[in-house]
């Protein structure tokens, strides 16, 4: 059977390989980084209707989007940080192909997270899932599962107060193991941003964007269904707008994930 | 108090919803000088710069002298009432709905006699009264006399309260109850007696003490609307569009850029958003039901209230992108005045100077307390006027304006207020 299509269709077909979607809904209702209001702002998701089989479109419906780079699930190449400015191939029309499909390892969270929105994902805790699970093996997605995505309320999805948003995050240690101890593809997470809601307050701030990107690693965020995979063996397709020069795009994120016979 | 503090029988659904009449509104283009002072609430009339004599009506030669140098001037509007009569009967559509109708003649102080609308308050003929300026359900400037030494109350007029929009037992929508503005004008509205305020509220997500504690008053309900999302707008008219008796749109977006300081459209592209298009999805979506429920009893849908800016009337550099924002807005508001006046649905805009708030910190005093804008926004609603300046800046710039506008513009342009 040298047919790829025919190959992966049966798979998929007996049972042996389930899809997941890792992808929220774009909606307009679907809630933005939030950033001091006096700075530059992501545009949130908006759609504005074309035509509805009406006067000005007769037979067909369709409509004109306008949204940031970095809303929705969405992907960040690693000149989306001041860290990665300069790599080669940092943008999306540049990124090579290859890395849109890769291994994926899930470091279950979402007790702790549960227990407290600020949980910070340690070496340590790294370490423990290794134990359990082997390895992380170069270039894979670590994705961090808090069940973060099961908030459908975006007040309790942004959960901001008066000191800003809480929400959970690597801490920098782990970060910068993931990085050179690991050679990691990049780090996925559930919540707006890879980095922890307080991490502007960490040194450095924002330590996955900065230390990730700094060495051409990817992030992946507003994820969900992330329960639904397993420590390790998922495959994952992650490939974003081929935007010129883009710094990040909302993407459609699958997993193929084996069952077990 | 008038009967309009109890809240009005419910509609009979089995019975047609009344279409909006209207009073006579063509005008020569020069009596519309009256309706330019009257829309800010002034009373002008034409007095001859040669002779001194005052025109009524409005003319394009003296009465007395034949020059044709008449400048529109205020007047005090006191005078006498010389003779008054009631009709009884009328051809026009509008006055054949309301009649009985008293109208009086009267002699001003200045030297001209007028005919106006006689207020309930003033008594038979002769005794003194005070002329003032009303806008009239076709948009148009009205005379009507009130007693001596009174002011001119539409609400306690049963046939003069129709010239006003107020929102005592109305249903009103007030865009964004997020900002101070919002918040104060949700909290007037209350104090003056409005029967429900739908009180919008966009990004649930960042909270806003002042706004959550609207709640506590009774005819408030908050209702999430996001004017730079047409889903939204389309959403919440779908829901309370039939219902909505009055519409303020308090949303604004302020930043404070000019064009050389701040890189990229992106900010001006907001402000835009909220400002101008914003604007647009609220009246497509939520003028045309009030177009349509424009007689539909005491609680008609009566008015549309913009909340604009005096950077509006001319570019203050300093807020360069809000500014045009603000122009787009106006021009905007003037296309709906105009598709609202067939249904006599009365579009008032709001041109507050610097208002108390975060963004125009930096702006030297004097600056307008968002209570104090909220106050003239009732004031306007209760009484018949068009354009608001509110406060002193407002007023400055108003003057300034009429007398020369093209100083204005290098002024603003110098970043003088």
């Known amino acids: 059977m040298n047919d790829l299509h025919t190959l992966l269709s049966r798979v998929v077909a007996s049972g042996g390989v389930r899809l997941v979607d890792l992808t929220q809904t774009l909606s307009p209702d679907f809630p933005p980084i939030v950033l001091p209001p006096e700075m530059g702002q992501c545009r949130p998701f908006r759609m504005e209707e074309v035509s509805r089989y009406d006067a000005r479109g007769p037979a067909w419906y369709w409509n004109n989007l306008s949204f940031g780079e970095h809303t929705g699930t969405h992907f960040d190449a690693p000149i989306h940080w001041i860290s990665g400015r300069d790599l080669p191939n940092n943008a999306l029309d540049e990124l090579p192909v290859q890395n849109f499909i890769a291994p994926a390892c899930v470091i279950d969270c979402s007790g702790e997270a549960q227990a407290d929105a600020d949980f910070l994902l340690t070496k340590d805790h790294v370490a423990a899932f290794e134990k359990q699970h082997g390895r992380i093996a170069a270039g894979s997605w670590v994705l961090m599962r808090t069940d973060w995505s099961k908030r459908t309320d975006p007040v309790a999805y942004q959960n901001l107060d008066d000191t800003g948003q809480h929400t959970p995050g690597p801490d920098p240690d782990c970060v910068r193991f993931l990085v050179t101890e690991r050679d990691v593809l990049g780090f996925g997470t559930e919540t707006i941003g890879t980095d922890a809601g307080q991490a502007a307050h960490f040194t450095p701030p924002y330590p996955c964007h900065y230390y990730m990107h700094g060495a051409g690693k990817y992030g992946l965020q507003c994820l969900c269904n992330l329960d639904l995979l397993p420590a390790t063996g998922a495959l994952v397709i992650a490939a974003p707008l081929k935007i010129l020069d883009g710094s990040g795009s909302p993407l459609r994120v699958l997993a193929l994930v084996p069952v077990a016979a | ?417």
């Not at chain 2, 429920?293 to 849908?301: K, T």
């Not at chain 2, 924002?325 to 507050?352: C, T």
């Open chain 2, 1 to 417: 108090m008038s009967d309009t503090a109890q809240r009005p029988k419910r509609k009979n659904p089995i019975l047609r919803t009344r279409l909006p009449t209207l009073p006579p509104g063509t005008r020569s283009r020069v009596a519309l000088g009256l309706t330019a002072a009257a829309a800010y609430g002034r009373f002008k009339l034409q007095v001859c710069e040669q002779c001194g004599a005052v025109q009524y009506p409005p003319r394009e030669l003296c009465h007395d002298c034949l020059s044709h140098r008449l400048l529109w001037r205020i007047q005090d509007g006191s005078g006498e009432l010389l003779t008054d009569t009631v009709l009884r009967a009328a051809q026009e559509l509008f006055f054949r709905e309301r009649l009985p109708w008293r109208v009086g003649l009267i002699r001003l102080d200045a030297g001209v006699n007028v005919i106006a609308y006689l207020h309930a308050r003033v008594g038979a003929a002769p005794c003194r009264v005070r002329v003032e300026t009303a806008l009239d359900r076709a948009g148009q400037a009205v005379l009507v006399a009130v007693p001596e030494g009174g002011r001119l109350d539409l609400s306690d007029d049963p046939r003069l309260r129709e010239f006003a929009c107020d929102p005592r037992g109305r249903k009103i929508l007030v865009s964004d109850g997020k900002s101070p503005v919002g918040q104060a004008v949700v909290r007037a509205l209350a104090d003056a007696g409005a029967d429900l305020i739908w009180t919008g509220g966009a990004e649930p997500w960042k909270k806003i003490a002042g706004f959550e504690a609207l709640r506590a008053l009774q005819p408030v309900q908050p209702v999430p609307l996001d004017l730079t999302d047409s889903r939204s707008v389309r959403s919440l008219a779908g829901e309370i569009g039939g219902k909505v008796d009055i519409v303020i749109n308090t949303a604004d977006c302020h930043r404070t850029f000019g064009i050389a300081a701040h890189h990229g459209v992106e900010t001006a592209q907001l402000e835009m958003d909220v400002n101008y298009f914003g604007l647009l999805r609220l009246a497509q979506e939520f003028a045309p039901a009030l177009k349509a429920r424009a007689a539909d009893g005491a609680a008609n849908a009566v008015a549309w209230v913009n909340v604009l800016s005096i950077f509006a009337l001319a570019n203050y550099p300093p807020h360069g992108t809000y500014s045009a924002s603000k122009a787009a807005a106006l021009s905007l508001s003037q296309a709906l005045r105009a598709e609202l006046k067939p249904a006599g649905v009365r579009v008032i805009n709001i041109f507050p100077g610097p208002i108390d708030d975060d963004w125009d910190q930096l702006i030297m005093p004097p600056k307008l307390a968002p209570a104090a804008l909220a106050g003239a926004i009732i004031d306007a609603l209760q009484g018949a006027v068009e354009d608001v300046y509110p406060g002193d800046v407002a007023q400055d710039w108003l003057a300034r304006r009429l007398d020369n506008p093209k100083a204005l513009e290098r002024e603003a342009g110098e970043g003088g207020l």
